[in-house]
Structure formats: structure tokens, C-alpha cells
């Protein structure tokens, strides 16, 4: 089993940048894909990025390729999203999420949900 906490969210202007930390507890954190997906208010929650077991891979949605970076470190049991040239429309309530067997995009195959941070971006 896998407990998250993300933390790091907070108010920015467009253009700024954050840097979002999920913290997960587990001797296996090793053994899962994560991923972070956001969601705002009256949306459905949506993927943003996910990353291997290993770390040697990574995607991204669309919307953010180019600006945000997701990277994990196994030893301290923490993945990061870093957030570049943010937009308004990036605010959302960000969460984090593990999954043993799956990599990909559907929310309903990841395992394991974090409380979530909230990101607002002003214009």
C-alpha cells in the first residue's frame, strides 16, 4: 500500500513557476508508475504527466509538454512536477497518483490518490 502527500501548490502569476513534491510512504515506491493529473472546478479530473517505475520514461499531456517536467526520486520516495511558464488555465487542484501495473492516462487505473494542492495561476 501507498500513502501521498503532495505539497508545493500556491498562488502565481502567468509566466511564473512552482514546483510540486508528492511525498509517499511504502517500501515499494519503487515498484510503481506515477503520475499527476489536476482538476478544475466543474471539470473532470485530467492526466498531465505520468513516469515509469524507473524513471526512465515520461509523458505529457499535450497542454503542458514543454512547461512542466515530472521526475521521481526512488531513494527519497518523492515525485516532482516542475511548472514553467504557467497560465491561468493551468489552476487546478493537483494531485498525485500511483499505480502497480498500469502506465497510462485513465484516472480509474491508478491505485493510489494524494489529498491534493491547489495551483491558481493569475493573469
Known amino acids: 500500500q501507498v500513502q501521498l502527500v503532495e505539497s508545493g501548490g500556491g498562488l502565481v502569476q502567468a509566466g511564473g513557476s512552482l514546483r510540486l513534491s508528492c511525498a509517499a510512504s511504502?517500501?515499494?515506491?519503487?515498484?510503481?508508475?506515477l503520475g499527476w493529473f489536476r482538476q478544475a472546478p466543474g471539470k473532470e479530473r485530467e492526466f498531465v504527466a505520468r513516469i515509469t517505475w524507473s524513471g526512465g520514461n515520461a509523458d505529457y499531456a499535450d497542454s503542458v509538454k514543454g512547461r512542466f517536467t515530472i521526475s521521481r526520486d526512488n531513494a527519497k520516495n518523492v515525485v516532482y512536477l516542475q511548472m514553467n511558464s504557467l497560465k491561468p488555465e493551468d489552476t487546478a487542484v493537483y494531485y498525485c497518483?500511483?499505480?502497480?501495473?498500469?502506465?497510462?492516462?485513465?484516472?480509474?487505473?491508478?491505485?493510489?490518490w494524494g489529498q491534493g494542492t491547489q495551483v491558481t495561476v493569475s493573469s
Open positions: 497518483a500511483a499505480a502497480r501495473t498500469y502506465y497510462g492516462e485513465q484516472v480509474s487505473r491508478y491505485e493510489y
Open positions: 511504502g517500501r515499494t515506491f519503487s515498484s510503481y508508475a
